[in-house]
């Protein structure tokens, strides 16, 4: 499908500058709706394609690979005051699916989007690093020209919100929720001795690699602790869709990913001028709790840390409801003294 919309896009769209296009499944229209298209492959395209009226597919482009474009899968949904949601790894935008309803309901846009190599986003070989994402994020948040944001991340997503605010700022964002956080640093170094060793993370790294089936299988155990929360917060259907999600992913993506994880977000960290609620459970098998987000409120003072007592990393579907009200709850609140 994308590649036949690249190509309309390429004949119906003159070029230097961008251009919106909407496919009708069934109609076999295919109009110009603004803009015109990029003249250089490495330019932004806001490709819309809708398929059955209300089950719309959107998809926006942010960079290219060769002489295939790079588009993001992503849903816009509610009116109000836009909250954008970045998933974990190795899912899609669909893991906020307790979220997205609760903030529907209380009168929040919602934008989810399934991050370059994941869900129904394309798969390429590079750009699987925090620059880039934050940049993908960035097209989002610009092209939606979305203002008076709520950033809400879960995990591997925490990065992008740091590395977003530390590059671009805050201009466009009122608040951050960061859930699971890798934040600040999450590998071991001279100054960071509390963090993971390196050498876990390669091994993470090689397994992906070497079979990928058995490292999500396993990766899975630890993202609910599945020994503890089986049929109880976690049904055996529930675990295998999540894992069947995450074998639909880019292999190469899969395996980058975890270089990723090992990003020094200090620096970021530092420039996060807007206020934080970080969300954390204290038995999480994946990102220590201990390590990350404790010392990261220390990093900022307009921040709470809110934490979920033998709660795993996968609290946005283990310990939803918790998780929702305290989003809610810091959402809904004034912004603390002195934050923007």
């Known amino acids: 499908m994308t590649p036949a919309i690249d190509s309309l896009a390429q004949r119906h769209g003159p070029p230097g500058g961008r251009v919106r296009v909407e496919v009708r499944a069934g109609a076999g229209i295919v109009r110009r709706v603004g803009g015109t298209l990029p003249s250089q ?26 002489s295939a474009l790079v588009n993001l899968y992503y849903e816009d949904h509610g009116q109000g005051r836009p909250v954008v949601l970045i998933h974990g790894y190795p899912l899609s935008g669909a893991a906020w699916e307790k979220q997205v309803p609760a903030l529907l309901s209380a009168g929040f846009r919602t934008i989810t989007y399934d991050r370059r190599g994941f869900g129904k986003s394309s798969q390429p070989a590079t750009g699987y690093d925090y620059d880039t994402f934050a940049a993908d994020l960035n097209t989002i948040m610009t092209e939606l020209d979305l203002r008076d944001v709520v950033l809400v991340g879960h995990s591997m997503g925490t990065g992008e919100i740091a590395r977003y605010l530390g590059r671009y700022g805050s201009g466009r964002v009122s608040k951050a929720v960061v859930i699971s956080p890798l934040l600040p640093l999450l590998v071991k170094t001279n100054d960071n001795p509390d963090g993971v060793d390196k050498n876990l993370l ?61 990003e020094d977000f200090r620096a970021d960290v530092s420039r996060m001028d807007v206020p934080v609620l970080i969300i954390h459970g204290d038995a999480d098998r994946v990102i220590p709790y201990p390590s990350t987000s404790p010392r990261l409120q220390g990093m900022l003072p307009n921040s709470e840390l809110v934490t979920l007592q033998g709660a795993p990393h996968a609290i946005p579907w283990t310990h939803a409801d918790d998780v929702n009200k305290a989003m809610l709850s810091f959402i809904g609140a004034p912004a603390m003294a002195g934050a923007r």
């Open 202 to 262: 390669e091994g993470f790294k090689q397994k992906a690699k070497m079979d990928r089936f058995a490292f999500l299988t396993s990766f899975f155990n630890d993202f609910f602790n599945y020994e503890q929360t089986k049929d109880k917060q976690v049904s055996d259907d529930a675990f295998r869709a999540n894992r069947d999600i995450a074998r639909g992913a880019s292999p190469i993506g899969t395996a980058a990913c975890i270089d990723a994880w090992m």
């Open 41 to 66: 492959p490495t330019a932004t395209a806001h490709v819309r394609c809708a398929l059955g009226g209300e089950n719309a597919m959107h998809f926006m482009t942010v960079g290219a690979e060769n």
